[in-house]
């Protein structure tokens, strides 16, 4: 028994391509990377069979991709005898795992009937935490027993691999002829009793790290009109098609309204959204308003004439100089600009068609699209509800809608309008559609009834939502997938959801105000900061709270990690917002005490619940003075809210408080240079939010100096997120 194990720390994107596309596929990747020989064979059949038990829970875990969602699978070699036994397990915070050992064909049965005897020799894992064949061969042993798993679906496949030996940073592989079985009950080498055949081949494409995309693999994805579908599982498609139960039918896959457009004939013109996340909104209406706001300045058609840095551009135009370079930095991003090592911005391929010599005419739909951004969602609630729009000149959004004849990110027109799909799920959230249908209200008619909305708009919509994979439609039944799950009031997304599509969305509108002024978008909608409008608006306070609440609690752990909290016997969350962090150190920390500083109006949120847990609440202002003498203050994506005048006022009045002994820790938001392409959407967000892009290490550090503090150490604690560790500087005098 040997034991190899995988942990993916890289980048995987998968797509469909037609089957007659296979061997132009073959000829162009030859040119490019050598094909894999494993067993004397170029191309290996592959077969692979799933576990699950009757109630199917490792398949709706796995389809909603839950946290620590686990997957069990024998797979077969053609033309061997060894039986790769494989766990894959889903993580949210961190890079998925596959771990496997192999057993000789001959000695599956008894492994899967309990045995617990040495089957061949044991390896030590390679993941860093001491694990062995015998210790994988137990735990998956458990997890088939406990769990009463039996063989449920088989995949037949010929798989494809093309790498460079030794290098995994590029590494594609095509599956063809696949064929999905059911098993439920059965052998594991039984035959399947039904199956069928899936009509595209599967492509799939790894990159290590920060391996950029090579040039030839985009365009060899451009001419063959691929399909992405990054979620795409063979073992939840064979599920969903083969298995008709309550567990199925409640859960869709998102690719399932795109399996059979166009009978497979031609490239998908409507792919499935990859995800819901706050990420995917600032993107969404991000993309409308930096191609407007571009458009809009003439920035295009100067960078097409004249390549030059963001400073030029901007004293040409008399906008922002700092908001203009986060401007161009997100165009880059989408590839519609390129910046060259001297920092001078150019137009791309792709980018050149919104220039206003261009022969299309997408500079005018973009400038369309900006226009009717403001009226759109007004409008469409008018028509849902069946209420006739009074401006006859104005944009009826179902005409929108039902005229968007192709959705994918390759499309310009998918990029002009992506601001629609931030409404499309906001009237989701808003009219409660997703727990309607949960709840078992789910043909159209019912949910016309129920919502008290028009017949006819609702069908033109609900179609349109279908189609992004948002629900799937069944026997005339509508069906949550992994995506709609996110919207019942149950999940952490839906405040965030309810924000996007109201006051976010409005400062997104506002966008090209930011870019001309350095003056948030946000401050520019509502007349007051986003902090003002927090202590104003008890309702945007709430999905606020909510929001910020179920990220503390994801980040909570990781910080708990990474700093010792347990030499701290009196802590001070300064802005802690509801005492979610306060309440994970007690947890760990019993003896600690805790103190909540914060608005008298979050102090009346949270008082009850953080009493019970003896945590202390003080209602006050961090502007005026902090409570003095803990051995630990804690100031949690406190300081990216402000300004740097602001931020050195709070950390002076945390210095007046703090002992000569004390620390502070501060866990913020931050840009590095490794992350610079990536926080391009997040920058663009902060110009919308606060009127600046993220901090950078040095602009923290300078703020803390200022303020008499020194930062003995920073510590990395998710993707964006670093903590320092603070010590105050006391002025000596002789």
């Known amino acids: 028994m040997s034991l190899t194990q995988q942990d993916f720390e890289r980048s995987t994107k998968k797509y469909w391509l037609r089957n007659d596309y296979v061997d132009t596929f073959i000829e162009i990747i030859a040119k490019h990377l050598p094909i894999q020989v494993w067993n004397n064979r170029s191309a290996s059949e592959i077969t692979s069979v799933y576990f699950d038990n009757e109630d199917l829970r490792f398949y709706e875990n ?68 001491g694990g062995s064949a015998s210790e994988l061969y137990l735990d998956i042993q458990n997890l088939i027993t406990t769990n009463k798993m039996v063989p449920s679906i088989q995949t037949l496949y010929v798989r494809r691999a093309y790498q460079f030996p030794n290098d995994t940073g590029v590494r594609v592989t095509l599956d063809t002829n696949l064929r999905m079985g059911l098993m439920m009950g059965g052998k594991w080498f039984d035959q399947p009793s039904k199956s069928f055949s899936f009509p595209f081949s599967i492509m799939e494409i790894k990159l290590d790290g920060n391996v950029p995309e090579p040039e ?34 409640r859960w869709s896959p998102t690719w399932w309204a795109f399996k059979d457009d166009q009978n497979c004939s031609s490239p998908l013109k409507f792919q499935p959204l990859e995800d819901i996340s706050s990420r995917s909104f600032k993107k969404f209406c991000g993309l409308t ?94 028509e849902l509800r069946g209420i006739e729009i009074s401006d006859a000149d104005a944009v009826k959004p179902l005409d929108i809608i039902d005229s968007i004849i192709c959705w994918n990110n390759s499309s310009m027109q998918t990029l002009l309008q992506s601001f629609i799909i931030v409404q499309a799920i906001y009237i989701l959230v808003y009219f409660n559609i997703p727990q309607l249908i949960d709840n078992g209200v789910s043909t159209i008619t019912q949910l016309a009834e129920k919502t008290k909305t028009d017949l006819g708009a609702l069908k033109r919509f609900m179609k349109f939502i279908v189609k992004l994979g948002l629900f799937s439609e069944k026997d005339n039944y509508f069906v949550l997938t992994r995506l709609s799950e996110k919207l019942l009031p149950s999940s952490t997304m839906r405040p965030y959801c309810l924000m996007c599509g109201n006051e976010y969305y409005k400062a997104w509108g506002a966008l090209p105000s930011s870019v001309k002024t350095g003056i948030s978008a946000f401050e520019s909608v509502f007349g007051m900061t986003l902090n003002q409008y927090l202590e104003t608006n008890e309702q945007f306070l709430k999905y606020h709270t909510a929001d910020q609440g179920s990220k503390t609690a994801k980040a909570s752990d990781p910080i708990l990690r990474i700093y010792d909290h347990s030499w701290a016997k009196s802590v001070v969350d300064i802005g802690g917002g509801d005492g979610a962090h306060l309440l994970a150190i007690k947890k760990k920390f019993p003896q600690t005490q805790g103190t909540l500083l914060e608005t008298p109006l979050m102090v009346d949120r949270c008082k009850e619940q953080l009493t019970q847990n003896n945590i202390q609440t003080v209602a006050g202002d961090f502007f005026k003075t902090v ?108």
Not at 362 to 376: E, K, R, S, V
Not at 660 to 669: E, L
């Open 62 to 129: 796995r389809l909603l991709k839950k946290d620590g969602a686990a997957l069990i699978r024998l797979r077969l070699y053609e033309g061997t005898e060894q039986v790769f036994v494989e766990k894959k397990v889903h993580y949210e915070e961190q890079a998925s795992t596959k771990k496997r050992f192999f057993l000789q064909r001959n000695d599956v049965d008894a492994y899967l009937a309990g045995s617990k005897e040495p089957l061949g020799q044991q390896l030590n894992s390679n993941d860093g935490e």
């Open 216 to 249: 030839w693999l985009m365009e060899m994805k451009q001419r063959m009109e691929l399909s992405k579908v990054s979620s795409f599982s063979k073992y939840v498609h064979g599920c969903y098609q083969l298995i008709s139960s309550q567990a199925c039918r």
């Open 289 to 382: 308003q930096a191609i407007y706001t571009a458009v809009k300045f003439g920035m295009l058609d100067l960078l097409h004439e004249q390549p030059q840095s963001a400073s030029a551009l901007a004293a040409t135009l008399s906008t922002h100089p700092e908001s203009t370079k986060v401007l161009l930095d997100f165009l880059a991003y989408f590839k519609l600009l390129r910046k060259d090592d001297r920092g001078d911005f150019h137009v791309t391929d792709k980018g050149d068609v919104l220039t206003t010599s261009a022969p299309s005419s997408f500079a005018q739909q973009a400038l369309a699209c900006g226009d009717m951004y403001t009226t759109f969602p007004e409008n469409l609630l008018s």
């Open 627 to 734: 409570p003095a003498g803990a051995d630990l203050y804690i100031l949690k994506k406190v300081l990216y809210c402000w300004n740097d005048e602001q931020c050195v006022q709070i950390l002076k009045n945390l210095h007046t408080a703090i002992p000569a002994n004390g620390k502070a820790i501060v866990i913020d938001f931050m840009g590095t240079a490794s992350d610079a392409p990536k926080l391009s959407v997040d920058n663009l967000w902060y110009v919308v939010k606060w009127g600046r892009p993220l901090r950078t290490e040095d602009l923290y550090r300078k703020l803390y100096h200022q303020a008499g503090f020194r930062a003995t150490s920073m510590q990395q604690v998710n993707n964006d997120l670093y903590c320092f560790e603070l010590v105050p500087v006391r002025k000596t005098t002789n």
